[in-house]
């Protein structure tokens, strides 16, 4: 009986086995840099596209030139203020404002959204006001902001602040509703209560969705202080690509202003895609929510 | 093999699961399970076969404790029962030994012991190569049988088991099915195991109770008098499962109009 036991075992085994190695499709990976070569030069040609249309355009001659600079003016203007240091200098600074009051946002907008998404009350009191602020735009708030905090930092921080806070704290929210209840009944199963179960079963679970909503709450962040370093400009605030921006306006420096564009434009997409794009990426692959191949 | 037939009817020792007059409704909804009873002895295989939607899930849930009945009382004297889904539901943000970890950590188990605990049991489902795998990467089957060594994770005697093969393919299912009778018999557990596949609960039970719909009742009961290893194709198989099937039938029909 119990050798027999042990056959059957054995024949159980390899039957499992040729089962499993059936079912799972080891995938192969192409390497690293061609899949990002892959990611890559869309839109390079994208871009090289337009900048000929650009120039096409320029040599056709259809608006005067100093309505219309060509590509190589905006790209002179980028040289002019790299050497004399101001990009670098402006480029520094409002980096530096955009994440700190990101952090700063962070800080704020993820209690809020946990206080929101889980406790009843809360969420019907703040919810549709947190909603509501989302589509706010928040240079709404500069001319307020001005007047209380006059022209220094703490207008441009609390501008940030509120354009990137109902973000970061509405995608909490998302998060946490998206939390399929079965996950919440396991974590019960398994003896998790309370806090323990907010460690391990709803924050985790929640992570997409709020990872989503840091990635808002970037942008949002970025283009508010945009929006406050455009109109709050005071010798006092160190400069930023924004004032670098409207101070190329005031000059009538039309590839100065372009160039101003080009860098919000620049600096904005690199961060998203140096370090959102891919903290998002890894939190759904390891999920297995976007294919390994894409 | 006689030794098995005799479990089914073993009734001396205590009974790992207890429900007495147990009714469920939710808010002011009919009642959902109506005076239920039911003992499941120590160490027996016990298959609770009823329609889609009679209530089944809920009586796990009362046993498992995620749930109170409305009246009646229900009882583990073992302590807390493991339970295992309808569908796997592993955590999809840790790899297969970090779910099964964390049944154990979640038990207290110190970080060294958890780890060593969990290979032995990813081993014990034959999935010891596999540890490190995200659950997506795992078919049907071995997410199941992931499922399977956390339940066993939570060390409890008492494993509550609701359509758990309900969603794989024939052949899987069959290879699983021996892979439960030979954990249960090497694990002495105790199972309660709900279906409402026919032939699932005579391929595998001690015991069938049959629940109706609407509300859910115990109408009935078959001992299973046919040694293990059984095998799903099997006459005698086949020839209790049309008994169960006839009842299940005539208890259908007694709701006519309905359906
Ligand atoms: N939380 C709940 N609130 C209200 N009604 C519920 C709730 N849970 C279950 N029900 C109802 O109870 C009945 C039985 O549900 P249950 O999930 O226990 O059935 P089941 O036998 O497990 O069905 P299936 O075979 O489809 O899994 C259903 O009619 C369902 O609508
Ligand atoms: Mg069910």
Redesign the interface.
């Known amino acids: 009986m119990s050798l027999l036991d042990h056959r059957?075992?054995d024949d159980?085994?390899s039957?499992?086995?040729g089962?499993?190695a059936l079912?799972?499709n080891e995938r192969k990976t192409l390497p690293r840099w061609r899949r990002w070569l892959a990611a890559t030069w869309p839109p390079l040609v994208a871009v090289a596209l337009l900048v000929v249309v650009w120039q096409l355009v320029y040599n056709a001659g259809v608006l005067p030139a100093y309505r219309l600079p060509s590509p190589s003016d905006v790209l002179a203007s980028l040289r002019d203020q790299w050497q004399a240091g101001t990009l670098q200098q402006a480029t520094w600074n409002s980096v530096r404002r955009g994440g700190l009051g990101f952090l700063a946002s962070l800080a704020i907008g993820t209690p809020l959204g946990l206080l929101v998404g889980r406790v009843r009350s809360v969420r019907r009191a703040i919810g549709p006001i947190l909603s509501g602020l989302q589509s706010l735009p928040s240079v709404a708030w500069v001319p307020a902001a001005i007047l209380w905090f006059g022209l220094s930092d703490a207008t441009i921080y609390f501008v940030v602040l509120m354009g990137a806070v109902p973000s970061i704290a509405n995608g909490m929210v998302s998060g946490l509703d998206q939390v399929p209840p079965?996950?919440l009944?396991?974590g019960?199963?398994?003896?998790?209560r309370g806090l323990?179960s907010a460690r391990?079963?709803l924050l985790?679970?929640a992570?997409p969705g709020y990872v989503g909503g840091l990635r808002q709450g970037w942008a949002f962040s970025w283009r508010s202080l945009m929006a406050a370093e455009l109109i709050a400009r005071s010798p006092d605030l160190g400069l930023g690509v924004g004032q670098l921006l409207d101070q190329s306006r005031q000059l009538q420096d039309f590839p100065g202003v372009l160039a101003g564009i080009l860098t919000i434009l620049v600096i904005g997409i690199a961060i998203e895609l140096c370090l959102f794009a891919p903290i998002e990426r890894r939190v759904l692959r390891?999920?297995?929510?976007v294919a390994a191949t894409s | 093999m006689t030794v098995l037939e005799d479990q089914g009817t073993v009734t001396t020792t205590a009974p790992a699961v207890t429900l007495r007059g147990v009714t469920k409704r939710f808010g002011q909804g009919p009642n959902i399970l109506d005076d239920v009873s039911l003992d499941v002895a120590e160490g027996e295989f016990l298959c609770l076969l009823g329609a889609s939607g009679c209530g089944k899930s809920t009586l796990l849930?009362l046993v498992?404790g995620?749930d109170r009945p409305t009246t009646g009382t229900v009882e583990v004297p073992g302590g807390?029962a493991?339970?295992m889904?309808q569908?796997p539901?592993l955590?999809?943000?840790?790899t297969a030994s970090q779910n099964v970890e964390?049944?154990l950590?979640?038990?207290g188990v110190g970080k060294k012991e958890r780890r060593e605990r969990a290979q032995e049991l990813l081993t014990l489902v034959?999935?010891k190569d596999?540890g490190g795998k995200?659950?997506?990467?795992?078919?049907?089957?071995?997410r199941q049988r992931v499922a399977m060594a956390?339940a066993l994770a939570?060390d409890s005697h008492v494993l509550l088991m609701d359509e758990p093969f309900a969603a794989l393919d024939a052949?899987?299912r069959d290879?699983l099915h021996?892979?439960l009778v030979?954990l249960r018999q090497s694990q002495k557990l105790t199972v309660l195991f709900v279906t409402h596949n026919v032939r699932e609960a005579v391929r595998l039970g001690d015991r069938v109770v049959l629940l109706s719909s609407r509300p859910g009742r115990v109408v009935k009961e078959y001992e299973v008098k046919i040694g293990q290893?059984r095998r799903i194709e099997s006459p005698e198989v086949a020839q209790l499962s049309m008994t169960v099937t006839d009842e299940l039938r005539a208890e259908i029909r007694r709701h006519g109009g309905q359906s």
């Not at chain 1, 390891?286 to 929510?289: M, V, Y």
């Not at chain 2, 955590?91 to 840790?94: G, K, N, Q």
């Open positions: 059957a075992n159980l085994a039957l499992e086995a089962l499993d079912e799972s079965l996950y009944r396991v019960r199963v398994l003896g998790a323990a391990h079963v985790p679970a992570l390891r999920r297995g929510l | 849930s498992a995620l807390r493991a339970l889904f569908e539901a955590f999809p943000w840790l964390l049944a950590r979640l038990r034959r999935l596999a995200r659950v997506h990467e795992l078919s049907g089957g071995m956390r939570q052949i899987t290879v021996d892979e030979h290893p």
